[in-house]
């Protein structure tokens, strides 16, 4: 089950990077970025625009002047295959956090009936092949939070059936069978109950999502999947030192199993100069916990959510610190195993020149210009996602 390919783009990569900044003109750069994102299908692994649909009553079918995503600016960004997650606050304990997960299953699927025209659940890369296509947005839905599952295999196997293709192991707390990396540690990484949720998603073909988890997690993790597994919106710790991200060596062990590390672009995942603040707002998630079932639950997550999310705060990163993550990435894994994992609006402090999807073109410039070539900004925005959806799902 270790046995592992290697990959031989490791080193082409290497010395593709090495070219270093300015290899290529700006102007240059800059048109054939407009070119490249006007016939992309761009994936990216993790955004939480269903939150603003379930808890600000949003219609992303329009374009908004708040939020970072709506359908509008992902098919102009050619961003068309988004992995909405369905992220449960870890103070939804038990079926509470199942009742949350089928809420937001039940908004995505108001927004599937009311706009067919714009948008489409996707379950395989063939899916995301066709629904792009024919134009539309290819909706990839995730877990955010193994909790989600009320410790029950039963619970996967229907998310599956309701056409969840992806979960993280944990959220910002651990759980009963896996260790967070926000989270003081209980159970040494993984439980066998743990090992066997992973195994079930290998078997169900549901992409096994890294973010989130300790290394120690992590590490467990690696050790029991038969398939490639994703870091959905993690950056790089070399660059920017908080626990969300990743040490350069999980990145080498991402690569040798075949996955992908999608760069969350948030300010403190990509700059060392916002990390305070990251972990500062971590440390206030995790401490909160509020003794409500129910109505009053959901009343408290939505205001909970719309008074972290509501307004962007202030920032030091810069668009280059994004650049400088997705480049740092390359560089360790190989350009065959780097994505983009934005987390779009599950983000309250985004880089200058990186405000929302609409920018993408900017960040794909300035990869050109240090001297990656189309092909590989190909596989970066949405190749390589594609290639592990078809891997897990067969299809
Ligand atoms: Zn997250």
């Known amino acids: 089950m270790l046995a592992r390919r290697t990959w031989p783009c490791l080193t082409a990569a290497i010395g593709l990077v090495a070219l270093g900044p300015a290899a290529v003109p700006a102007q240059d750069a800059a048109d054939r970025a407009r070119r490249i994102h006007a016939s992309l299908i761009g994936v990216d692994s993790h955004i939480d625009t269903l939150q603003r649909v379930l808890n600000g009553n949003e219609d992303i079918s329009h374009r908004l002047s708040r939020g970072h995503v709506d359908l509008p600016r992902l098919k102009e960004a050619g961003m068309v295959a988004p992995f909405f997650a369905l992220w449960v606050p870890t103070f939804y304990k038990g079926s509470e956090a199942v009742r949350r997960t089928l809420q937001l299953r039940d908004a995505m699927q108001m927004v599937f009936d009311a706009h067919p025209d714009q948008i489409e659940l996707a379950t395989t890369a063939a899916d995301v092949e066709r629904i792009a296509g024919a134009g539309k947005i290819a909706a990839v839905l995730t877990l955010e939070g193994g909790h989600q599952i009320a410790d029950d295999l039963a619970v996967?196997?229907?998310?599956?059936?309701?056409?969840?293709?992806?979960?993280?192991?944990?959220?910002?707390?651990?759980?009963?069978?896996?260790?967070?990396?926000?989270?003081?540690?209980?159970?040494?990484?993984?439980?066998?109950?743990?090992?066997?949720?992973?195994?079930?998603?290998?078997?169900?073909?549901?992409?096994?999502?890294?973010?989130?988890?300790?290394?120690?997690?992590?590490?467990?993790?690696?050790?029991?999947?038969?398939?490639?597994?994703?870091?959905?919106?993690?950056?790089?710790?070399?660059?920017?030192?908080?626990?969300?991200?990743?040490?350069?060596?999980?990145?080498?062990?991402?690569?040798?199993?075949?996955?992908?590390?999608?760069?969350?672009?948030?300010?403190?995942?990509?700059?060392?100069?916002?990390?305070?603040?990251?972990?500062?707002?971590?440390?206030q998630a995790v401490a909160t916990e509020p003794d409500l079932v129910g109505q009053a639950l959901d009343e408290f997550a939505r205001a909970d959510y719309l008074k972290e999310y509501g307004e962007m705060k202030p920032a030091a990163a810069t668009i280059d610190d994004a650049v400088a993550q997705v480049v740092h990435a390359v560089r360790i894994a190989g350009v065959d195993h780097v994505g983009i994992g934005s987390d779009w609006d599950g983000i309250n402090m985004v880089p200058t020149g990186l405000e929302d999807v609409s920018k993408m073109p900017a960040l794909t410039a300035k990869l050109l210009e240090r001297g990656l070539s189309e092909e590989d900004v190909r596989k970066i925005l949405g190749g390589n996602l594609l290639r592990v959806l078809r891997a897990v799902t067969g299809r």
């Open 156 to 283: 996967l196997r229907v998310y599956h059936r309701l056409g969840l293709r992806s979960m993280t192991l944990t959220h910002f707390r651990n759980n009963n069978w896996a260790d967070a990396s926000t989270d003081r540690p209980v159970h040494n990484g993984l439980t066998d109950f743990g090992r066997q949720v992973v195994r079930e998603m290998n078997r169900l073909g549901m992409i096994v999502d890294i973010s989130h988890v300790s290394d120690k997690t992590f590490y467990d993790t690696l050790a029991v999947t038969s398939k490639p597994v994703i870091a959905s919106h993690s950056s790089c710790r070399a660059l920017s030192d908080v626990p969300r991200n990743m040490t350069d060596d999980m990145i080498r062990a991402l690569a040798r199993n075949g996955g992908v590390i999608g760069i969350n672009f948030g300010a403190g995942f990509v700059s060392a100069k916002d990390a305070g603040a990251l972990r500062q707002r971590i440390g």
